[in-house]
């Protein structure tokens, strides 16, 4: 009797461990196989047909002891690191359902000959919408007019309807996008639907674009009333937009940032967001996550969308990332080659 593949699905709060067990089963049906359900921190249950692994970003321990006999390890924020690799000799493929497998020590991973897999793309399409929701929210004033009539009872937002408090539409607005990958593009094909004049700053992307490529970073603020970043974050990238590129947008600007929070100064931002030189910002990424309680953005709540980093928070992410690892699993379990591999 074949030996079946001893696999541990480690989720969490996010990615359920039962969306990865199902995906799983999904494509190892014609061949034996066992997922461990263990919830980390209570005692483990032997392998069975259903994995339920739920862990916490630091619980090592843990980890190990789920892992034992195990040869496969789907997680989302696992820490696979070198002590756990060490620990686990038997370990063979970790598929991490994230954008980049950021918890896991790829150096020690291939010196063991782990193959680590990883699940790009799984969030573009949330993330996205969840950039343009930002962009309607914050030039229309969508929460804080909710915020005045649901919370307190006052139709003082009704003053918004007015010319000088009125806010901005999309249609003809210049809006320019810095970077024009998974989830640039696809903003800017909402917002060409939309009718708005897209503006694209990429160096990395050639060929056709929805809207206008222009060569500069300098020439995109310059003509942007808004302006959305979408780069990755690199040392070439951290700090792309500071105080001197604040400066070259049009006064009462709008910034949006959904991408990385250290992609844009935020003392920068607050000095321009008191200057007026920006009339507005909307922003779910921070150089610093959980934003801190004396952050000076929070002193411009008028005038700013602040949401906690849940660009990618869809249950249809969930879902798309458990169903991208499971089937680099059963990739590697036919012998077939990995789509998304770094060792």
Known sequence: MTEPLRIVAAGDHFVLPSLIARAVGDELRDRPYAVREVTLGWPLEPFGPVAEVTEASDAEDALIEALAGARVLVTQMGPVTERVLAACPGLRLV?????????????????????????????????????????????????????????????????????????????????????????????????????????????????????????????????????????????????????????????????????????????????????????????DTYAREPLPSGSRLLGFADRVVLTPHLGGASRAVARKAARIAAAEVGRWARGEPLAHCLT
């Open 95 to 283: 598929v991490v359902c994230r954008g980049g497998p950021v918890n896991v020590n790829l150096d020690a991973a291939g010196k063991r000959d782990v193959r680590v897999c990883f699940a790009p793309g799984r969030n573009a399409a949330a993330t996205a919408e969840f950039t343009v929701g930002l962009m309607l929210a914050v030039l229309r004033r969508i929460p804080q007019a909710h915020d005045l009539l649901a919370r307190q009872g006052s139709w003082e937002g009704a003053a918004y309807y007015t010319y000088e408090r009125g806010g901005l539409e999309l249609e003809d607005l210049p809006v320019g996008l810095v970077g024009y990958g998974a989830v640039g593009s696809r903003v800017a094909r909402v917002l060409c639907a939309f009718g708005a004049r897209v503006m694209v700053y990429d160096p990395y992307v050639h060929g056709d674009i929805h809207g206008l490529r222009v060569p500069s970073l300098d020439d995109l603020l310059r003509g942007s009333k808004v302006i959305s970043l979408h780069a990755r974050l690199t040392e070439e990238t951290r700090g792309l937009v500071g105080a001197r590129e604040l400066a070259l947008l049009p006064h009462g600007a709008v910034v949006v940032n959904a991408a990385r929070g250290p992609l844009l100064d935020e003392e920068a931002l607050c000095d321009a967001l008191a200057s007026g030189q920006v009339s507005a910002a909307a922003l």
